[in-house]
């Protein structure tokens, strides 16, 4: 098996000198995957995701990016590496246009950003119609379409999207979710939070189900939507 592009593993660690929220939890994304953690609240799904982003220090285990060990880096230098990261709020700048965003997310590039900027207009068109309003005018379908935008012109090796249709209605979480997989056919993996379950796992390569900050389950979306326990107990029947 080759290794992950992405790997948070053996991860047991909470915030500061607190209790552990993670206990001996393992998460990943390959190429060209999307996979999700899932979970009741309080199950550590956010947690997880920021010890792989470097917000939490962890007591044992490891984060790996591309192959390398990047567990003593510091978030900013991890998106130095290649990670993306759209936190669940305050992910936008709202003062500032949409273009404007977008240009904040290229501040670690010293080239030429206009192609990517064409890319993000390519892919969420409704952003080149408003590209000159200001990001908290908008939606908040389109405004998480301009954060992860905006983590897009980083040009990341990986995505890490916390709980991205958060607050938005059914309609504009199906559209994002549709969003979602035209980033991950573009070759990005994406490693994602999500709180409806069913939708996510629907989209998913991969899931891990969370409880108590340890994996449970762990499996393809498809054999997790089947699983009757998973279905049951996690997912309303």
Known sequence: MSEPVLIGE??????????????????????????VIVGPNGAGKSTAMKAVFGMLTLRAGSVRLNGQDISGLSPQARVGRGMGFVPQTNNIFPSMSVA?????????????????????YTL????????????????????????????????PSVLMLDEPTAGVSPIVMDELFDRIIEVARTGIPILMVEQ??????AIADKGYVLVQGANRFTDTGAALLANPEVRNSFLGG
């Open 124 to 155: 969420f068109p409704i952003l080149r119609d408003k590209r000159h309003q200001a990001a908290g005018e908008l939606s908040g379908g389109q405004r998480q379409q301009v954060a992860v935008g905006r983590a897009l012109m980083t040009k």
């Open 196 to 201: 409806n379950a069913r939708q996510a796992l």
């Open 10 to 35: 053996g991860m047991t660690g909470g915030y500061g000198t607190g209790a552990d929220i993670l206990h001996d939890c393992t998460i990943a994304v390959d190429a060209g995957e999307i996979a």
């Open 100 to 120: 404007e965003n977008l240009e904040m997310g290229a501040f670690i590039r010293r080239d030429d950003i206009r192609q990517t900027m064409e890319q993000i």
